[in-house]
């Protein structure tokens, strides 16, 4: 692989992650095909239309030596579909996997794909890592751990080098969904019930995210490679809230109600699960790939959040 520039598709270009990816492969010389779904009016987009099993991704592929796939059907809470497995296996995993043939055939060598933390478990009170037994539960992680396991196979069977990122929650400018609306309460002032929380959970920030995967599609021993990412240092709940608050210049009203409180009221309401992620440890050891690449992220959770802050500002 030529390091000095590469040609690299990235799926989901008009994305959270794909704004932003493509913007630091393009700071580092590296030529960007944006692969989407219809018209945007990105410079050299190619239009695949829906993605599932049978997308011709062959436009997009043309003398490219890496893709990046980040297009997926996210987690979508409170899921109302009669058969939501199904239909995360279409976009999650068989579309993922007729992209990986299709380049494998095309001459491409790197495929990185984003899978999800979730893979790994939805939490417990010791750090994931790698090496751990995959326990995915919900139909989501459950349909990238099967792509997971199918790009292993096409990688044994074509020489595709395939990389997999499983990234926990991220945040940055533009975020939306639960990180924004936390924003937006402690921006308002309103007092939490969060303040007795004693867990521990992994973020990741969005230029951090990038600078990983750039450094994926570029590291020859990121080859084969399995990697957990994080910005370094987990957080309890009522830290982040704080450090949410420092970055908008207001305190931080939290007020300590006894866990085994919140989780009957959240029993009682019907969001136990929401509860379960306000007060439940879900943290990785990130430093597989800072041995073997020798990467750190480049940015502290403190300049993410004020980055993140500022935007929202």
Known sequence: MNLAKMKVAVTGATGFVGQALCSQLLAHDHAVVPVVRHASGLAGEVIVGNIEGVTDWQPALSGCEAIVHLAARVHVMDDTAEDPLALYRVTNTDATLNLARQAAQAGVKRFIFI???????EGRDTPYRETDAPAPEDAYAISKWEAEQGLRQIAQETGLEVVILRPPLVYGPGVKANFQRLIQIVNRGWPLPLGAIRNRRSLLYLENFVDAIRLCVEHPAAAGQTFLLDDGKPVSTPELIRAVARALGRPA???AVPVWMLE?????????????????SLFVDGSAIRSRLGWTPPYSMEEGMAATVASFK
Not at 267 to 280: D, S, W
């Open 115 to 121: 899978s999800t933390i979730k893979v790994n478990g």
């Open 253 to 255: 009203h939290l007020l």
């Open 264 to 280: 009957a009221a959240g029993t009682l309401l019907g969001k136990r699960a929401a509860v379960a992620r306000l007060t439940g």
